[in-house]
């Protein structure tokens, strides 16, 4: 257990409202990371963070917007919901140090989101 | 377009068999290699993670990397029901810190 928890674990909101997805970790790790994950497409990584205030896009960043002002928190924004991010979010983090290499990536529970 | 190709299964496997589950990656150069198992409805869980070319084993489960053929596997000896999951194959390319997942491979241990 790497001391992340993610919020809310399971969330329904309508098309076009905004939407905000925590994860919160307790260790001091250094990266985080948002990942959606869906059928046929496996994880995919939205956006990333090397540290407070540092972070930069993934692979699917489209619509998406993130925030780390304290290093326990990575929020993930969705300005305008739309039924396509309808997903299971992952939160995970990695770090080179308490015997960590800074490559093994460890996750959160994962949030359930559906945008209808 | 960096790849990480996995069969989806279901790989359907005796209980007290070995589970061989296999990954291939189109960059040469990676450097790092992981294994992640996840169960319906949960979050995934790193179990093997292997740098080197050869076997790492670690209990039950042998990683093996063959970075000549660009291939990585996992074997799981003695299998159990519990080991019924989801197997993600994972990369982190040569130059790139980002991590590559492949879209798992289902394996079911038959009782």
């Known amino acids: 257990d790497a001391g992340i928890t993610q919020s809310p674990r399971h969330k329904v909101t309508e098309t076009g409202t905004p939407v905000t997805l925590r994860c919160h970790q307790t260790e001091n790790h250094r990266y985080m990371y948002w990942y959606r994950q869906d059928p046929g497409h496996g994880l995919r990584l939205i956006h990333y963070?090397?540290?407070?205030?540092?972070?930069d896009k993934g692979e699917v960043s489209d619509g998406y917007s993130v925030s780390r002002s304290k290093t326990e928190d990575f929020l993930l924004t969705l300005e305008s919901a739309t039924s396509s991010q309808t997903s299971v979010y992952f939160c995970?983090?990695?770090?080179?140090?308490?015997?960590?290499?800074?490559?093994?990536?460890?996750f959160g529970p994962g949030t359930r989101l559906t945008v209808t | 377009q960096k790849e990480v190709e996995q069969n989806s299964g279901p790989l359907s496997v005796p209980e007290g068999a070995i589970a061989s589950l296999n990954c291939t990656y189109s960059d040469r150069g990676s450097q790092s290699f992981f294994w992640y198992r996840q169960y319906s409805g949960k979050s995934p869980e790193l179990i093997m993670f292997i740098y080197s070319n050869g076997d790492k084993e670690d209990g039950r489960f042998t990683a093996q990397l063959n970075k000549a053929s660009q291939y990585v596997s996992l074997l799981i000896r003695d299998s159990q029901p519990s080991d019924s999951a989801t197997y993600l194959c994972a990369v982190i390319p040569n130059r790139d810190d980002k991590i590559i997942f492949g879209k798992g491979t289902r394996l079911h241990i038959l009782p």
């Open positions: 995970a983090i990695s770090d080179v140090s308490s015997g960590l290499s800074g490559y093994e990536q460890y």
């Open positions: 963070s090397y540290g407070v205030k540092d972070t």
